[in-house]
């Protein structure tokens, strides 16, 4: 008979620390600059946070080289403030939620912008163009609460793409959290995306992408040809 199959649980490495933090879940939020909101053709100032996910193990760590997505001929960066959670619970208000906060981390949402385009025409699910192998390449974390102000920034290839500041998200970490408890019952070892700032754009093969962002490591990525 055979054996059953034996896996591990996907940890993120923490800032000055050998310790690793285990991911459970990964939760992404759809809108949250205004800029990048209208370049996607939305409206700010009407549209509430919406979330979607990727699989736990699709976490990459900076100095990884990438094989390129499958089934893309357009493959973009979203550069995003990422928070991982060491308590959870559901239906939390806004000012409980920073004290779910292990720490946080700059991450790449990466994204087949041409998937997620034919989902969106046709109303299919976004899984494929979001939640595929290696879609969530994420930076060491820093302990503590995330700055609610300062850079956050990405290049590819040395050139600056995504120029951005925390201040400018509609919804705060504490205000997506709140928002997302009233959907799923958040858990230690989740990590939330919490959006990106305008400027998404496309990668090509052989490209090096670094996301920055205020008191955290950067995140260095390279595609294979
Ligand atoms: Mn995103």
Redesign the pocket.
Known sequence: MVEVPRISVPSVPISGSELKFPVRRIY???RNYADHTREMGGDPERELPFFFSKPADAVVFSGWRLPFPARTSDLQH?V?LVVGLHRGGTNIPAVDASSMIYGYAVGI?L?RRDLQAEAKKTGRPWDMAKGFDHSAPIGALTRGLPPASGAISLTVDGEVRQSGDLKDMIWSVSEVIAALSTYVQLAPGDLI?T??PAGVGAIRRGATVRGMLVGAEPIEITFEL
């Open positions: 992404c939020v759809g979203e995003e949402d994204t995306f959006g990106t």
